[in-house]
């Protein structure tokens, strides 16, 4: 192949979908990467794609509240908000918009929370406003005053709160997988259980880079596009680069 992506997440299998249908502008600067017979393989070491990181998560649509107004982050978050409820109506993946309140429980959190809001509008978040204690009752029983025998005194369980009905959550490991099933229908080939294990130089002149796998497989290629998440600082090792930056994972955990 000319092409390979290593892991079998969902920004592989979106970075290969692209490749076959953008323009040379719109993703690196050479015509060569963007042609619809581009020959391309995602590597992926476990049995299934979408096994890690783009299959355990939160699952949320994101509005773009929290970014920095003008950052690349902000723009492509309210931008793909949009693009992701677009594919998954296409691809009839579901979904539910259920929205999201984002709650001030005391006096003290409002002027964070009035911030908050001024950076979502700077962001040119869809529909967000804010609400009172009312409508955050109405909308979340759960979010409201409460006495508390022990303490003498009511809890604030929401006071204000900014609301934005355009947040959802969706299975972002489905939505990898329909990703994955364009790729291929598209001419790409998915290699799973193929675990990288080296990158050299090789002699063949049309795909110089080797990939090595634990089992003594081998890949002869042209680019490699590397999203291997959590593993990005060893893959980098593997091609010669330092072993700084290192990465630290957390793991967070969600009860319901």
Not at 57 to 84: E, W
Not at 208 to 213: A, N
Not at 227 to 256: A, M, N, W
């Amino acid at each position: 192949p000319e092409l390979t992506c290593e892991n079998g997440g969902i920004d592989d299998s979106a970075t290969l979908k692209r490749s076959f249908c953008l323009s040379s502008v719109e993703l690196f600067t050479s015509s060569w990467f963007c042609r619809p017979n581009l020959r391309t393989v995602l590597i992926e070491k476990e049995a299934k794609l979408a096994a890690h990181q783009s299959g355990h998560n939160s699952g949320v649509l994101h509005a773009g509240i929290y970014y920095a107004p003008g950052s690349l982050k902000a723009r492509l978050c309210v931008q793909g908000i949009d693009m992701a409820y677009e594919y998954c109506d296409l691809k009839g993946i579901p979904y539910k918009k259920c929205g999201k309140l984002i709650v001030a429980v005391d006096k003290e959190e409002i002027s964070r929370l009035e911030n908050l809001f001024d950076r979502a509008q700077k962001n040119n978040c869809k529909n967000i406003c804010i609400v009172n204690s009312d409508k955050i009752r109405e909308i979340e029983p759960y979010c409201q005053v409460e006495y508390s025998s022990k303490f003498k005194f009511n809890l604030l369980k929401g006071i204000k709160a900014i609301w934005s009905p355009h947040t959802g959550i969706v299975d972002w490991s489905l939505v990898t997988l329909k990703m994955a099933e364009d790729f291929k229908q598209m001419g790409g080939d998915v290699e799973l259980e193929w675990t990288l294990k080296g990158i050299e130089e090789s002699n063949n002149s049309n795909n110089p880079v080797r990939l090595i796998d634990g089992r003594g497989k081998e890949l002869f290629v042209k680019y490699i596009i590397t999203c291997t998440g959590l593993y990005s600082d060893r893959i980098s090792q593997l091609s010669g680069c330092s072993e700084y930056p290192k990465i630290v994972p957390f793991r967070g955990e969600y009860l319901s």
